[in-house]
């Protein structure tokens, strides 16, 4: 009786972990919660050249591109291709944090067709964009390079890499470099990608209470 | 190996209540079932005023009402947001039932960005409103009280409460109120409302058997 | 503490299963791995009889046919619904594949309104079509009889049946026909359907190694 209430803690918590979109850890990228994708390289695509024209918005997104921002639900072709092997994409984070972690996430290997196509060696910058205009370059003076990292293909499908040299400053905006992939020659997916963290106000109110 | 087997059961069992719907319960106010959202107090917008306009269909309901009768996956923002700290959701159920309780789910704490928009005192009400034409006002003679709560943050993010003073009437309308909320001064966020159950005939088959 | 390493284990064994599609099998008729019903049987709409105009793509393909080629996520409703308690689905899969297995799933038992409707005798077939025009008549000669099976109400709501007399031909093409339901007289409802298999060059290459 006593092992069947220690499983069962064990097993209720672990479900509410994994209802809890995966690894019940607040997400600044998720789409449903505001963020946007604003920048991308090129797409790949399956069909004939002028899918491009019509599948993109007014600002050069690919209509797809919000898919890495959405859960996957263990459902392949769910994710973002982008073209070969080396490419980036820029996050709008639902508001200004400061980072401490990212996730990224390829589908597991028990329903993948092939895991060929998965990001590889990465790099994740971050800066505070405010309400500039989108047009404006980035002033790369103000990015501060979050984390460097390799995606594993032998551990769990999302894997979290912390920021490095914490603590960091306040962001609002991240890309996503990717610099290798698994071996596709065609293209890369990008499944899901998250960014953890906390919201500068609540920072300022633990210093406060300790 | 006993001990294997008798966690593997309890991992299975509850994996598999948690693969049905989260509570493996029949849900009578299901979209995918054929529930739909009647009525509502004022939505909250984060837009423009003029996206009131484009969001309702013809019987001014709003576009994302129907939200509260789909499962949210544990993604935050998969709610229909109402202005205010108190409002009302009317909901025509599948089929008449004879309700046995409800439950009222929000994002779950890990995920949220912010639980102050959780609806706290919660009232429901139901009634048979067959084929009348949805324009006539409601008897309120003919409404029954189902059951008052709150909902507390503290406990699991789907909260189900009983029907009070069973056996019930047969209802095919739904009718929750939320007269104060978490906190939030500007809205209250509903993420899912359900109704349990059972239809009138199998009750009388139930007689029939005992 | 050996023992709470040991629940830990199996759980997260088994939520990892759950949370790659249920199985942690590769499906090759995924809609979203790229395949697509391309005949079936008469639908069945609720609606009036102009529905059916509205609701079909050029190839007389029902608009929900796709339904059963897409995850159900423990939701009633999220079915493709044929006319009568016979019929027959056929689906181009997203590769030449040599088949092993195919899963029949139906809504769970806890959540489900009602399981009439459920496939109960089925029979499933599989050819090759390759780049032939979809006009061309099937010739029957090249079809293989891969399973035939009876769905059991009683049973997991995922029902896996190999393939038989393996090994098997390499097939694109699937066939399901239901010859009878679980005793509903006007629908019969495919929550999904799943082909499991390898793709021929992984099997010389396994031939290879050994
Ligand atoms: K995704
Ligand atoms: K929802
Ligand atoms: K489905």
Chains 1, 2, 3 share one sequence.
């Not at 004939?48 to 263990?74: D, Q």
């Not at 999302?158 to 610099?179: C, E, H, K, W, Y």
Request: hydrophobic share 35%; glycine share 8%; charged share 20%.
């Amino acid at each position: 009786d006593e092992i069947r209430a220690f499983a069962r803690e064990i097993v209720v918590k672990e479900i509410e972990k994994h209802a809890a979109d995966g690894l019940g850890r607040v997400d600044y990228a998720l789409a449903s919660g505001g963020a946007t994708v604003m920048k991308h390289s090129e797409p790949y695509s399956v069909g004939k050249g002028s899918s491009w024209f019509y599948m993109t918005n007014r600002n050069g997104v690919h209509s797809n591109a919000e898919k890495m921002l959405r859960p996957s639900f263990g459902e392949p072709g769910q994710c973002f291709p982008l073209k070969g092997s080396s490419g980036f994409v820029q996050i709008k984070l639902r508001k200004a944090i400061i980072p401490e972690a990212v996730t990224l996430e390829h589908v597991a290997k028990s329903v993948a067709y092939d895991r060929s196509s998965a990001p590889k060696d990465c790099r994740v910058s971050g800066w505070l964009q405010g309400h500039d205009a989108i047009d404006i370059p980035v002033d790369t003076k103000r990015m501060f390079l979050l984390t460097e990292f390799s995606y594993d293909l032998e551990k769990s499908n999302a894997q979290t890499f912390n920021v490095m040299g914490l603590p960091s400053s306040i962001i609002d905006m991240i890309r996503l470099d990717f610099t290798s992939n698994h071996g596709s020659p065609s293209h890369t997916c990008i499944y899901r990608f998250r960014v953890h963290g906390h919201e500068p106000n609540s920072v300022s109110m633990m210093a406060m209470q300790s």
